[in-house]
């Protein structure tokens, strides 16, 4: 299909490392067109459509038996601090896992899928207390800070799929973190929407655990003594197909300009585990989680 005549020969010729070499290449070069600013999107969703069907692009799968959700928005389970105990909210569309030392959410779990474009409601003027957080963290604990109120489950993507009650409670301060504007505004904003809107016309419905990293959690600098400023966020998708389940993960620090691609905040899930003391998807078989938590994805989906 990507090939033609006496390439495509060349192509049947290889054997299945030299073949993997030729899709490389393939993905290498759609991923500069369709990553590229202003590029108008249908031509990125076709061009989504094509990197999808290159066997190459699908990466790491890994097959996991005997498995059932336990919650509607956290895949492989209700991860686990080996720090401190965490306070879990569920909510509406997304579930969080409440640091009351840190006064911030250690993660925000949630599950997106292909859902009606239809309008979404109007976006909230204010931010809520959490009456379930001991902290009651508010949202005058960030004025004239110079950082935004982040959210970790996005205001967007939960509205799309879950109606106007689950977008207000994306509001509530349990579910915000300190973001520099560049980060939350621009990259971090960009891997929502791509989420929200690319993937899940693309795989139907993916899984996403998100939260901030402290690199020196006992010395953490607060926002009027309150919520705990972290030094990077991470971000990890699940996509689950019939042969397995895949993930990407990444690590975001407060210092990007924003602007950078995203290929270069590829990282481990098991780099994730060994910085926030989170063991994520416990509820997975041990050999599948190991598999899937070893080592990066090689692109960005």
């Known amino acids: 299909m990507l090939l033609g005549g006496g390439s495509f020969a060349y192509y ?18 759609i991923d500069v067109v369709r990553e590229s600013k202003g590029m108008p999107e249908p031509l990125v969703d076709a061009l989504d459509r094509v990197y999808d069907l290159i066997p190459a692009s699908a990466g ?9 959700e336990e919650s509607p928005s956290i895949y492989g389970g209700v991860p686990q601090s080996g720090v401190h105990s ?28 292909l859902a009606p474009n239809d309008p979404i409601g109007k976006r909230p003027s204010g931010f809520d207390v959490d009456s379930r957080t001991r902290s009651r963290v508010k949202s005058s604990d960030y004025t004239h800070s110079g950082y935004d109120r982040g959210h970790l489950a996005p205001n967007y993507g939960i509205a799309r799929c879950y109606g106007r009650e689950a977008q207000l409670e994306t509001f509530l301060m349990s579910n915000i973190t300190p973001q520099r504007p560049d980060l939350n505004r621009k990259i971090w904003r960009a891997l929502e929407m791509r989420t ?8 139907d419905e993916v899984w996403i655990i998100t939260g901030p990293i402290y690199f020196k959690p006992r010395h953490v600098s607060r926002l009027h003594e309150h919520p705990a400023v ?23 620090p ?11 905040f590829l990282v481990s899930i098991d780099e994730i585990e060994a910085l926030t003391h989170l063991d994520f998807c416990p509820a997975l078989p041990q050999g599948a ?13």
């Open 12 to 29: 049947e010729e290889q054997d299945e490392a030299g073949k993997l070499r030729i899709q490389e290449a393939f993905l290498d070069g």
């Open 60 to 68: 790491t799968v890994v097959f996991v038996d005997n498995y059932r």
């Open 86 to 113: 965490l306070t879990v909210l569920g909510n509406e569309g997304y579930w969080v896992g409440y640091d009351e030392k840190m006064q911030n959410p250690a993660w925000s779990a949630y599950r997106l899928y």
């Open 196 to 203: 929200a809107k690319r993937y899940t016309k693309r795989f």
């Open 230 to 252: 972290p030094d990077a966020f991470f971000k990890i998708v699940f996509e689950e197909r019939p042969e397995g389940v895949r993930a990407e993960a990444f690590i975001m």
């Open 254 to 264: 407060q210092d990007v300009d924003g602007n950078e691609p995203l290929q270069p």
């Open 289 to 301: 989680q190991a598999e899937l938590e070893a080592e990066p994805a090689k692109r960005v989906w």
